[in-house]
């Protein structure tokens, strides 16, 4: 039988904890954790998901603050407010949502965070760390994936995973994770994407499939083995005149041909997404317990 990984069920679970922990803080009188998140624009996609973010550190009795630029900021406007929310005592993590205006570099901007607030884990810094095995903010998205597969309790050791995507925020730490000697580790991992001639014939080959790539619906019913666990990590928007806001969230895998073949699969939505909220969220724990005197 098929399991749906629910992100619902595992991120409620992982939230509840965060809010026991919140409170026995506050009614020892010391403050809350606080995330501190700056959006430039208004990019339709980043400002629903910094408002789910600031929504979420609410839920959990998080303080929260968002800071918005214009999309024309200069470079050195955006450097100096993550300089200020550095300096200032009572922000534990920062994070930029990306992505951000062509302008201003981006690298600048995630070196410009300090690693002990880098909630969002990429600075050079922390995937340093990351790579090395060492203790570290694990990039939310992929965070959230392993507190799934921990959730649902599925046996990662000697399987064969298959990530499709190598970017920074998922694919490439995805792969670091999974290959990692801990207990949600031990796989043999191949990372495919774009410059992958065989995509098929390796996927086929995955007991474990995560589908990083931001192409809709990509991952079809052929290209997976009977029994294999599916992990979806596309949330592209399609337009969609019969939805009510013109357009419908579509994964990266072919949901209703695929599931059938699964042992188990995350839907889209209600699957990674509310787990990479539940990943900042305990980044953002962990950076306050950290930065206490
Ligand atoms: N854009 C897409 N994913 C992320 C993320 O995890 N963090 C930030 N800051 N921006 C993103």
Known sequence: MMVLLDGKK?????????????QALTAAGKRAPHLAAILVGNNGASETYVASKVKNCEEVGFRSTLIRLESDVAESVLLEAIEKLNQDPEVDG????????????????????????????????????????????????PYGIMLMLEHFDIETRGK?????????????????LLSSNQKRGNCTVTICHSHTPNLKEICLQGDIIVAAL?????VKADM??????????????????????????????????????????????????????????????????????
């Open 10 to 22: 595992a991120s409620a679970a992982v939230k509840e904890a965060l809010q026991v922990q919140t």
């Open 94 to 141: 920062i994070l930029v949502q990306l992505p951000i205006p062509k302008h201003i570099s981006e690298q600048k901007v995630i070196e410009a965070i300090h690693p002990a607030k880098d909630v969002d884990g990429f600075h050079p810094s922390s995937v340093g760390k990351l790579v090395q095995g060492l203790p570290t903010f694990i990039p939310a998205t």
């Open 160 to 176: 064969h995973a298959v990530v499709i995507g190598r970017s920074n925020i998922v694919g490439r730490p995805m792969s670091i």
């Open 214 to 218: 931001g192409r809709p619906e990509f």
């Open 224 to 293: 997976v083995k009977v029994g294999a666990v599916v992990i979806d990590v596309g949330i592209t928007r399609v337009d969609d005149a019969t939805a009510k806001k013109g357009f419908r969230i579509k994964g990266d895998v072919a949901f209703s041909e695929v599931a059938p073949k699964t042992s188990a699969i995350t839907p889209v939505p209600g699957g990674v997404g509310l787990m990479t909220i539940a990943g900042l969220l305990k980044n953002t724990l962990q950076a306050y317990l950290q930065n206490q005197p």
